[in-house]
């Protein structure tokens, strides 16, 4: 199973990368999907977690990529209120 989804990624991957009329914001996000999902897929498989939860750490990881990427891009931070509410400001 691991080398099957190891497999998919790196196919997705090189199906993302031939889309070449991308903008800059769509590259960064491209590029921090792959490596979040890369981190959630190593983590899940130090952690020896079973198949369906490696699914899911890969997604979230990608996720997180997708985020951290659009944040990096503009400079500013997502922070917490202590209500559940959060405002954005510029990274430190």
Same mark, same amino acid.
């Given at each position: ?19 070449? #009329?991308? &903008? ?6 491209? =590029?921090?999907?792959?490596? =979040? ?5 190593i %983590? ?12 899911? %750490?890969t997604?979230?990881g990608?996720a997180? =990529? ?8 503009? =400079?500013?931070?997502a ?8 405002? &954005?400001? #510029?990274? #430190?």
């Amino acid at each position: 199973m691991s080398k099957s989804i190891l497999t998919l990624a790196i196919a997705g991957s090189l199906a993302l990368s031939a889309c070449m #009329p991308m &903008t800059e914001q769509q590259k960064r996000d491209v =590029g921090g999907a792959v490596v =979040g999902g890369a981190i959630g897929l190593i %983590t899940a498989k130090a952690l020896d977690a079973n198949d369906e939860w490696t699914v899911l %750490t890969t997604l979230a990881g990608a996720a997180a =990529g997708v985020m951290v990427a659009r944040n990096s891009s503009n =400079g500013q931070c997502a922070y917490s209120n202590g209500d559940g509410t959060y405002y &954005t400001a #510029p990274c #430190p």
